[in-house]
């Protein structure tokens, strides 16, 4: 089974729509992040938890909320979805000592109409 | 302005020869790089990474060499094998924490047969 799951895997919706893509993970990691890819543009982040109790603000937070509800959960919602949050959103964890590598899910294609 | 550049954005190489991928960054606090290989429908995987203290760090067929002053980072795949195609991106951080890394666009290789 996959270290760290997203659901859904894929997603249309329309605009003005709540969504929630959830991640979950079995590494047992006290961090974890939510980022999107565009075209072009790398994978940017858009926030990041240390632990159940932290919630920090990435580099493109606006419109987007984040619950981390356990150590091996945490998912993102777009309380009003708009056609340029259409992207690629992966979520990443990784452990304690810092300057290590980011373990990635498969990631969730989301489509707003 | 994007501080993670990969400026090309594809890449063919032969099987059996040498593939260079480039990456150039512009935040002169960055101190920490990393690789990732991303394959279609999976999310990205670690494969390498350097710290500022060192110029070049070594992986089996993987090499990433570090040039601080130029502020550029190549990553060389010797030799090259058709399961190295997929997309490869550059990430940088400034933190000591490594929990905001930077990324760039990517490079899609294509190792030909």
């Known amino acids: 089974d996959a270290d760290v799951t997203q659901t859904p895997r894929n997603r249309i919706t329309k605009t003005g729509k709540r969504i929630m893509l959830e991640c979950s993970q079995t590494k047992g990691h006290d961090r974890m992040y939510w980022y999107r890819q565009d075209p072009g543009l790398g994978l940017r982040l858009i926030y990041y938890?240390?632990?159940?109790?932290?919630?920090n603000k990435g580099e493109i937070s606006d419109g987007y909320s984040v619950s981390r509800q356990a150590q091996a959960k945490f998912s993102l919602s777009l309380e009003s979805a708009i056609p340029n949050q259409t992207a690629l959103y992966f979520c990443a964890t990784s452990d304690l000592s810092g300057r290590v590598e980011q373990f990635f899910g498969p990631g969730t294609r989301l489509t707003v109409l | 302005d994007q501080q993670v550049k990969q400026n090309s954005p594809s890449l063919s190489v032969q099987e059996g020869r040498i593939s260079i991928l480039n990456c150039d960054y512009t935040n002169s606090m960055f101190d920490y790089f990393l690789w990732y290989k991303k394959y279609p429908a999976e999310g990205p995987t670690f494969l390498i990474s350097?710290?500022?203290?060192?110029d070049k760090n070594e992986d089996g067929r993987f090499t990433v060499f570090l040039n601080k002053s130029a502020k550029h980072l190549s990553l060389h795949i010797v030799p090259s094998q058709p399961g190295d195609s997929a997309v490869y991106f550059c990430a940088a951080s400034a933190d000591n924490y490594g929990q905001n890394f930077v990324f760039g666009p990517g490079t899609r290789l294509s190792v030909l047969p």
């Open positions: 350097i710290s500022s203290i060192k």
């Open positions: 938890s240390f632990d159940v109790k932290d919630i």
